[in-house]
């Protein structure tokens, strides 16, 4: 079961990366968020953490249904193109992510030496999550792909917090979806002020701060 | 744990710079009280009188402090609070400039010092400067050789050794006059406390080219400050390129008294060191006197330009009189102070030529050569900003209408003026005390080393026949003079006071246009030293017709070598490796990413190898 939630949650991050569409970006995130509020919550009861089963609910309702319906309805309003514009096509950008994916696995299997087969997946895909979270800020024009990134990379620190290293204190995982939910309205505000500003939201016209 | 980072000395050293930095700031002080009222508003004085507090609190902290932790902090806060006071006319853009270059070469001499503080502390493991001292014995002779390297070129920044001078003619003239006397006169002192502090009486003396390389340095301070000095016409940036000459004097004794220890030869270095501590004591005086005068003829005329100035001997003759004195003191006429310490040092380096054998024979024989080459140049550089600015006719209209300062800062010039004589004339008393500090200093009981006194003479016991009376001396002018005056009367008659226009061919027309300027002055000098200076000029006439210009239009400079050669290029330099760094900089958010994305990988490949 387990197992086959994090496969699915490297899928969802492949998806992520060789997403043509912003709403289909969109929908890879929710679908991702989902299949991490699951493992969590799978985890929560096995673990029979009351704390756990909480935060599983949280990311539900803030990363599949809250977060996602922010940014839709900032693409809708801002009536942005629906194609997402690449520096780095699908394919190769797929290609890559295979890479990325190797890597993180190498580096996983370094570092967990010890642990069980599980584990050391676990590991692995949450470094990838985050590798293809950056890589997707990095290689995508439209400042939402950015927005999309960021919270990509925070899906994987979560994975690796909550199952490898059995969860943090309740606070700070409470502050962290607080921080993460400020985090999106913020950038949800400054794409509106980019459009405006640069009619479109191409970061690539955003290097006028150059010295 | 406060304690151990907190720790004060008051060793006969520190006390003596304790007692050097109070002697100078309490008449500067009282000097202020009147300078800032009428230059500056309410809030702006508060601010001054602020920082000059803190600046002075700062320098006692730096010559008290017991260990390299709290020295290091009170050293930053010395350079900071001075830095303010540099700047403190805010609007003018050249004092932000003087400010930046003072705090650019503040900040290299602390690193340099934080580096030789480091390896100290990695030796010792401690902060406390005596654990230092005892850990320091056993460190290889190359590390500690780096050491004492370090430890020049960092408080030979704030000192203003050649080539780390460019700062003193920026800073010293842009800050107010009664903290100008100060930076002068005490400030770039510590660093010499620093020297002995760290170098002499923490490092030791271990090899003979240290205390070789401070002499060759400091008469090359010497040159360099005084035909700099020669040339320039602001008053106060005249006075600072002084300091650099006067800080090549004390080094002198510093560096001879380094040569004596570690030959072995305890009662020269103790001379030596006494000399150097004796000039130092009366280079504080004597320049922040200068600096405070020069700070009351700026309040009188609003310039410090000695070109502008002149005649000024009859409209404040008090600013002048003291004036006079610190000339004279500076440029080392008998009996004044500067005189004592100046021969003190000269027959430190004559004994040193005599007593040592070889190269070091002939090598003290340059130094007293080029030490009496710069007491030349300084007399002659002196008798220009006394005889320009004081003498002859008021060369602009301002001058005619100054008015003398008031009492706060007259006060404050009697108290340094008073202590010029007194330091001249008492020197049997103070040789004493400068002698038990430079014997502290040295690790020689000073009481055992007589400095034979009879009646009002000292001869060394080792030194024979040499004679140091200088209230004789002052007998003998007086004496001298008194005989001259009675012989002229005695042949001419009483004078008889004649007074007319200055014969000029039938012009009658001159004015103080024709004047004698103080560029004509130095010119003999510009051209005996153009290989230094490099003089240069611009020349322009508007010809009306082919027989009479219109106008004419005259240039002279001399070239500022160390800022145009070294210091532009090396700036330049920094500059265009900046500039090439800017290729990575394209302002694209993807970019940047990329390069954080990127040092991520690399750091992973890098856990993964090793």
Known sequence: MEFFLILGLLASAFGLVS????????????????????????????????????????????????????????????KVNDNLEFYLNPQLSLLMALLLTYLCWTFASVIFVESDAVAKMCGAVSFSMIALGMFLMIFRVKALAQIIGLLAMENGVFLLAALVLNGMPFLVEMAIFFDVFVGVVILGVFVYRINRLFVGIDVSKLNRLRG | MLNTYFSLVFDPLAVFFVITILTISIPSFIYS???????????????????????VLAMLAVVTAGNIFFFLIVWELMSLSSYFLVIFDTEN???????????????????????????????????????????????????????????????????????????????????PSHVSALMSGVMIKTAIYGLIRFVILILGVNALWWGELVIVLACISCLVGILNALTEHDLKTLLAYSSVENIGIILLGVGAAMIFIKLG???????????????????????????????????????????????????????????????????????????????????????????????????????????????????????????????????????????????????GMAILAFLVVILGLGVVFFIKIFGFVAGFVMG????????????????????????????????????????????????FGRAKVLLGKTWDCGYYKLTSRNEYTATGFSKPFRLAFSFFLLPYRKLNKVKESFYHVKNFYYETHTTKIFMDYIYRNLLGSTFRLAGSMRGIQTGSINIYLGYIFLTILLLLVFRGIF
């Not at chain 1, 991490?36 to 009861?45: D, K």
């Not at chain 2, 508003?41 to 920082?51: A, C, M, N, P, Y």
């Open chain 1, 19 to 78: 997403a043509k569409r912003l709403s289909v970006l969109i929908g890879n995130f929710s679908l991702q968020s989902l299949l991490l509020a699951i493992l969590t919550f799978v985890e929560a009861v096995n673990l029979g953490q009351l704390g756990l089963c909480i935060i599983a609910l949280l990311v539900l309702a803030l990363k599949v249904v809250i977060i996602p319906k922010i940014l839709s309805n900032i693409t809708k309003e801002i």
């Open chain 2, 33 to 55: 009280l009147g300078y800032l009222k009428g230059h500056y508003s309410t809030r702006k004085i508060v601010l001054g009188q602020f920082l000059f507090g803190l600046f």
């Open chain 2, 93 to 175: 853009k050249k004092s932000i400039e003087a400010g930046t270059i003072y705090m650019v070469m503040a900040q290299i001499g602390t690193a340099f010092l934080i580096a030789a503080f480091l390896l100290m502390y990695q030796q010792s493991g401690s902060f406390d400067f005596y654990v230092i001292k005892q850990a320091l014995v056993s460190l290889p002779i190359q590390q500690k050789n780096i050491l004492f390297l370090l430890l020049l070129v960092g408080f030979g920044a704030k000192a203003g050794i050649v080539p780390l001078h460019i700062w003193l003619p920026y800073a010293h003239p842009q800050a």
């Open chain 2, 265 to 411: 030869y305890p009662v020269l270095a103790v001379l030596a060191m006494g000399a150097g501590l004796y000039h130092l004591f009366n280079h504080a005086i004597f320049k922040g006197l200068l600096f405070l005068g020069a700070g009351s003829i700026y309040n009188a005329t609003g310039s410090r330009n000695i070109e502008k100035l002149g005649g000024l001997i009859n409209k404040i003759p008090w600013t002048s009189s003291y004036f006079l004195l610190g000339s004279m003191a500076i440029s080392a006429l008998p009996p004044l102070n500067g005189f004592v310490s100046e021969w003190l040092t000269l027959l430190v380096l004559f004994l040193g030529a005599l007593t040592l054998g070889g190269g070091l024979k002939l090598f003290f024989c340059f130094s007293a050569a080029i030490l009496a080459l710069t007491g030349g140049l300084t007399a002659a550089c002196f008798v220009k900003a006394f005889g320009i600015t004081f003498l002859g006719q008021a060369r602009s209209v301002k001058v005619e209408q100054a008015k003398e300062c008031g009492l706060a800062m007259n006060m």
């Open chain 2, 444 to 491: 020689v009981d000073a009481s055992l080393i007589r400095f034979s006194l009879n009646s009002f003479v000292i001869s060394l016991p080792l030194a024979n026949n040499i004679f140091l009376a200088t209230p004789q001396l002052l007998l003998l002018l007086l004496l001298c003079a008194v005989f001259a005056f009675v012989l002229l009367n005695l042949f």
